[in-house]
């Protein structure tokens, strides 16, 4: 039970029920990389979407976005990737099946059938780049449908009906016509619609995004993002939105998660990230987009950013000598416990619903922490905060 506010911070007359529809706790993802070292592509990944909410993941290339959505349903290739550690709590219909007291599953854990029933049902995905995702020979009606029957108990003839809804719901004109033709002859904009009428068709509670509209023009980024969070506020579906762009996350997420070498570095909500970012690489982000009219001579590097920790130092939830955790720095060594493994990293509430990477030093551990959470924040659709 929660206090339910919105994410200006208005307090609700009534307590409302809220539980995580997924929960990343300590996700950590390796690839085997041949004679090297393996590539430690997630480390330790934490997060939790809300029924309703968006959550942008942002953070430079290779960071360990895709990775993070991707092993949600198993879409990691394993050889070479590896599950070392974590779950991947999700409020499924099979729990009772399963057992589940709480109604919660491990998608890291179930096997391939069930995780079939799970994705592309309650859990949908599309891709950046979406002609690789449909195939050339198949007309995109046989796609559509083979999504739909897999998942759905109809027949092809309410699967056809189904699926010529999903593509009038996405913008798709003349569905009757376009249901007949083939991936190329449509448009980028129209395939990444008929992508996420494919997603939607099964009417999915989670729907992960990674980097939907990075490969449109700008124009056509803008409607397929209005077209998600129309279709996101009719049906109450949760989001993760993988994206470079900063701008779409200013104007679709409700909580934002951002990501440094396989390491959550900052997690609150969009307007505590956008007004008070803490870690210095989201400092360095934000100062690296060009605000009009500002004269820029050159953008300010992160490892400028990075040097000066006296801010940080000062913040309630931080105090004396705790530190940023940041990849090419030494941890704190007057301060480093003698019982945790140097250069460990630790997710801390360093203000309420804002957490940052810190190096875990005594002074980090004595700290009371809670994994981030952010449930008292309701989608601002449903608030109808700006
Ligand atoms: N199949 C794979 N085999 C080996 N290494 C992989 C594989 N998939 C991902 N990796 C590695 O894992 C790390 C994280 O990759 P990931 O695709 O999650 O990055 P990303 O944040 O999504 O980046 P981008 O913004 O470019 O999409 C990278 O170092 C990548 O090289
Ligand atoms: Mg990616």
Known sequence: MARATSTSGA?????????????VQDLAVSFD???????QAVDGVRMSIYPGQTLAVVGESGCGKSVTAMSSLQLVPRPPGRFDRGSVWFRSRLAGELGSSNGEVDLLRLDEPRMRQVRGNEI????????????????????????????????????????????????IPEP????????????GGMRQRVMIAMALACRPKLLLADEPTTALDVTVQA?????????????????????????????????????YAGRVVEYATVLELFDRPLHPYTRG????????????????????????????????????GVRPWWPWHQPPKDLAAKDEPAG???????????????????????????????????????????
Request: charged share 25%; with cysteine.
């Open 223 to 259: 409607q397929i993002l209005e077209l998600l969070r129309e279709l996101q506020v009719s049906r109450g579906m949760a989001m993760m939105l993988i994206t470079h762009a900063l701008g779409v996350v200013a104007e679709n997420a409700d909580v934002v998660c951002v990501m």
């Open 176 to 187: 009757e016509r376009r249901i007949k033709q083939y991936p190329h002859q449509f448009s």
């Open 344 to 386: 460990d990293y630790y997710l801390q509430e360093v203000s309420p619903n804002h957490w940052v990477g810190v190096w875990r030093t005594a002074a980090v551990r004595d700290h009371q922490s809670r994994p981030p959470d952010l449930a008292y924040i309701l989608p601002r659709q449903a608030t109808g905060a700006a």
């Open 285 to 320: 982000l934000l100062a690296s987009i060009p605000k009009l009219g500002e004269r820029k001579d050159r953008l300010v590097t992160i490892r400028e950013v990075v040097e000066n920790p006296a801010e940080f130092e000062k913040l309630p939830g931080a105090g004396e």
């Open 124 to 171: 949908a995905m599309i891709f950046q780049e979406p002609m690789t995702s449909l195939n050339p020979v198949y007309t995109v009606g046989d796609q559509i449908l083979e999504a739909i029957l897999l998942h759905q108990n109809v027949d092809v003839d309410q699967a056809t009906e189904i699926a010529l809804k999903a593509m009038r719901d996405v913008g």
């Open 33 to 39: 990389n041949g004679s090297g070292p393996r590539i």
């Open 11 to 23: 307090v609700a007359d009534k307590p409302v029920a809220v539980e995580p529809l997924i929960r």
